[in-house]
DNA sequence: GTAGCTGCAAAGAATTTGCAGTTCT
DNA sequence: AGAACTGCAAATTCTTTGCAGCTAC
């Protein structure tokens, strides 16, 4: 998750998102163009975690004119605005969350059921940052996920091999 | 990393590690294979983390028959066995680390330079747990990774753009 | 003897890239 | 005008699979 403690973005509608895109396209002077703000939209709408492909056919289903490339290419400067942040999830593409406006927290998976609770526990944050600043350094985000069994895959028996 | 509390296994020497993958082989009826054997070797001593490909190319040049195909087909093997464990690292392709004979830990990397530190933090694997069974988990598994800016970036000018 | 293995080469997928035409600023 | 964009299709990679012949048990 990506740190932001000096903005108050959380439960903001729309416009803040737009602004801190537009910040971050005219830092690194790109352009605000109806590609982007159509992905941007749609990134922002999902619900939970996504992949890539997935939200190319959500795109155009939608009838938005975004293609793959365009995607694939929208991605880093979604993530630099901050609006999105890569999941870990054992899977095998990459997976995205959209984080404006959603409370950071981080996840506990079932390896069984794939079942996904959000957690969020104040004294990792603060650890995390004590832990870097330890060993020197300035922490700017990072990658917390437990992975275990839920109740209720506890009960059945592992049809392992 | 995979929890591993009930065996003393850091710090013991290969027969061990042999031992733990013969056990796994035999509970999926599966076979102890010249290949495999080999594979486990090499990916043994190996230091810190890797990547499949740049170990398929290590074992082509020790001479080790092992097709790249095999290679794949043995990692999940090897993960089972707790030898491996697959890493987070921001990277592209799958990571892995050995994990037999060293002591747990996460990772602390920085963003510009890649340094990585390995650190250890009672506390967190404790409070893992916590998280894990308020919310009726058994904790098997996690991913923790801290990102940041070391010390000797912190100066550096971002030559962002 | 048989179920499981292996290498190979082909298949699959996700992601990236070159290019020619379009569009912000 | 000019730099940056976009879609497309081709190119790259990593990873998986089908198959025919080998091998551990």
Redesign the pocket.
């Known amino acids: 998750m990506r740190l932001d403690r000096n903005k108050e973005s959380a439960r903001q509608p729309l416009p803040s998102a737009v602004e801190r895109f537009r910040k971050v ?1 005219q830092r ?9 703000e159509a ?1 941007m939209k749609v990134v922002l709408a999902r619900e939970g975690h996504f ?3 997935d939200l190319v056919a959500a795109l155009r289903k939608e009838g938005v ?11 880093p400067l979604l993530i630099e605005a901050g609006l999105i942040h890569p999941t870990v999830l054992s899977g ?3 997976r995205y969350e959209a984080t404006f406006g959603h409370r950071h927290h981080d996840h506990l998976i079932c390896s069984q059921c794939d079942k996904v609770v959000e957690f969020r526990f104040e004294a990792f944050e603060i650890l995390q940052r004590e832990v870097a600043a330890k060993h020197g350094f300035d922490l700017t985000d990072h990658f917390h996920e437990l992975i275990g069994i839920c109740s209720n895959c506890k009960g059945k028996k592992s049809a392992d091999a």
């Open positions: 396209l690194k002077s790109l352009r605000w163009t109806r590609e982007r992905i992949e890539v492909p004119d975004a293609s793959r490339a365009t995607v694939y290419r929208a991605l095998e593409r990459h």
